[in-house]
Each structure stands twice: as C-alpha cells, then as structure tokens.
C-alpha cells in the first residue's frame, strides 16, 4: 500500500484544524459487525471529548434532520452495540444525485459537522470521494474518511473487511448442517442447490468449502461468479457426484452468469402443464432443471440475509477488527489525514490509508490462486488464508461412516480383526 502517498493526499484537504463534531453514518447492506465500527468511532472520539453524531438511514437522516448524538455512550452500552448484528443507525441505499453531492457537504456544515466518516464498502468510498470533492469546490471546510465494511469481501486494496469472515463463518456452518440433513435424506431427495451473496466476487461462496471434511463430504462443487457458467457441463457434474456419492450439493454466487454475461435464471427455462413460466433466481433455475433432466429430487436454497447478520456466527477476529476500524478513523481524521479509507489488520498494530479514490466503485475477485475450476473447488492456498479470518472452525460431528470407521480401528488395535 502506498501509505506516503495516502499521507499527501490527505493532508492536502485537511482543515488544518482539530475536527470537534464528527458525523457518522452506515450506508449499503449491514453486517454481523458493522455496529463494532460505529463503537469504535465513539469511544475513540470520547477519548478526544470530540463530539459524534449518528445520521439515522445515513444521508436520508441527514436530509430530514434526523440525527442523534452518541458522544455520551456509556461503557456498557458500547459493549452491547459491539454485540448487536445489523445496522444500529439504519443504513440507506439512497441514489445519490449530482445534486445530492453538493446538498450532502453543505448541509453537514450547516449542522456544525468539521467531519465525515462513511462506514461501508466500495460504493460507500465511491460516495465519500465525491462528497469530499464537492466540499472542496465549494470552499468547505470538512474532512472525510472511509471506514470499510462489506460481506463480500470485495473492496479493491485490502486483504480482507470486516463482515466478510462473520459472513464467511456462518454459510460454512449452514452449508454443513444443510449437506449433513440431505445426507440423511437423500433416499428422497438427491441435490441441494444452495445460493449465497455475491454478485460479482464469489469470495462467500467459496468459503462455503470450509465445510468439506472429506471428499465424499459437501459441499461437492462450488461455482463462482468469476467463472463463465455452462449449463451443459453443471448437469454432468451434478450427475457424476450424485452417481458416486448418492446426494450431490452445489453452492453458487448469485452472479453466476453463462459466456455471454447472461444472469443465469434470469430467464424462463420450461412450460409447466398449466401453462405459466417459471422465473426465479438461480438457484431455483437449477433446482428446476436437475429435476427435469436428471429425474432426481432437487431443491434450491437461498440463504437470504441471515447470511450478513447473524449475531451467533459472529466470528471474533471480524468483530475486533471492526471495532480497531472504527477507532482507528478517528486516530486519522484527528492527524489530519482525511481523503482516505483506513485499512488494519488484527494481527498487526496501527493502520494504513488508501486514497478514496482508489477504491471507490471498484471490485476484487477471487485470485486464480484460489480456485480450480476443473474440480470446481477452493485450493488448499484459499482454506489455509481463510481460516485465521472465521476463527476457530472444527468439524466435531459423528456420521455413521466416521462411528463404523472407528470401530474397525478400535478392532484392529484390539487384535480382534
């Protein structure tokens, strides 16, 4: 990371000045851990008796006025926001016009606000340069920072940011508990297929394979957005697995798409007898089209939003770095490096920047390095990089075929065999 030049680009639009009241805001999809950032920008700013000002739905709050001070947060308080999933401020999706980029920085200083930081991901950061620079043509005085957040891990220039090994964690739990139940099942239903986040980065999806605990163990094949999809070929591996091991789970990113860019089941794929078309995500497309072509049983299964902001798969390396996120935007904005987003890791002190506007509005993909689209699985180099990130993770489950594996090991060791 080119910190220096992080260093120069912020200082070029600093106030100069110690910010004393900092706005706040959440803005995109929520996370597991994204209110452990929002501690850490209020506990750090109390440090510094800074004021801090939380915008309810993000710029929709600061429109109507709707906004709350925070700077008298107690402790215990703090605590339990860094232990509650989704968004503690709401967050917006609102689009933001030209318009809206010039009324933003104005109005933030109207209300008395020296600074802003945006917790979010990569269209957040895209937002905040052009707040940033809209302040700066106006003649403003206000300082913003990033803070990032995103649980598909798709923010170009850091390793990895907080949400995603929350995220992470809990398909790798689902995707077990779901593949263990067709297991039992599968003399009436044969396929899963299993949809997660991920539009254009499959980062969810292949952390779906931390599951796996043998190779006859799903999840059995996994398919990335990265990939061109062919529909031909996915019925063949469905087949070859389901022929082997008797069930068969795929996971897929929702933004798989075929060579064309075409969405799969972004189309109607059959005639029902009653007439009606079927439309659907992509799971549900495959689902269907196993079932009409293979003649098993398959089922599709989206894991929805619980898959961002489940409280109890909360991993703790994602909640602390969350939270060291937080504090750590302030440490910047009160050394007048502002026009950054600030990046950590947990396991090493302090922070780095990256100018705005070299992150904003861009996406990171899964590396080659990671992922063998012949055997349509993760590599060994992607599960021994993951698993610092969901924290501790151990398969501790009895099958029938582990429980009669050991008895024929505690029968040879006895002599009895």
Known sequence: MNIAKAEKTGSRRSTGQYPRSLAVVQTGGSSAVINSTLAGVVQEAQKARQQVWGYQ?????????????????????????????????????????????????????????????????NGTMYAAQKIRESAEAQGLMLQVIGAPKTVDNDLEGIEYAPGFGSAARYIAQAVLD?????????????????????????????????ARHGEATAPHLIYL???????????????????????????????????????????????????????????????????????????????????????????????????????????????KKDGNMVCCHPQQHGYTLLPLGEVGGKEKCVPEKFYNPQHKQVTQEFLDWLRPIVGPWEYKYLSLADFMESLDDNFKKSGKI
């Open 57 to 121: 739905n993000a710029f929709e709050g600061l429109l109507a006025d709707a906004k709350y001070e925070l700077s008298y947060m107690e402790y215990i308080d703090l605590q339990r926001l860094r232990a509650t999933p989704g968004a503690f401020l709401g967050s917006s999706r609102l689009f933001l016009t030209k318009k809206l980029f010039e009324e933003i920085p104005r109005k933030l200083v109207q209300q008395g606000m020296d600074a802003l930081v945006m917790i979010g991901g």
């Open 178 to 210: 779901i593949s263990i139940d067709l297991e039992t099942m599968k003399t009436f239903e044969q396929v899963r297929i299993i949809e997660v986040m991920g539009r254009s980065a499959g980062w969810l999806a292949a952390a779906s394979a931390l």
């Open 225 to 335: 957005p990265e990939q061109n999809f062919d529909e031909e070929e996915f019925l063949r591996e469905i087949r070859q697995v389901y022929e082997r091991f008797g069930f068969a789970v795929a996971v897929i990113g929702e933004g798989i798409h075929d060579a064309c860019g075409v969405p799969i089941g972004n189309a109607p794929f059959a005639e029902l007898t009653a007439g009606s078309k079927i439309y659907g995500g992509a799971s549900a497309y495959l689902a269907d089209m196993v079932g009409q072509n293979l003649g098993v049983r398959a089922r599709c299964q989206n894991l929805t939003m619980a898959q961002r902001s489940f409280g109890p798969m909360r991993s703790s390396v994602d909640e602390k770095l969350a939270y060291k996120i937080g504090c750590s935007a302030v440490q910047a904005l009160n050394t």
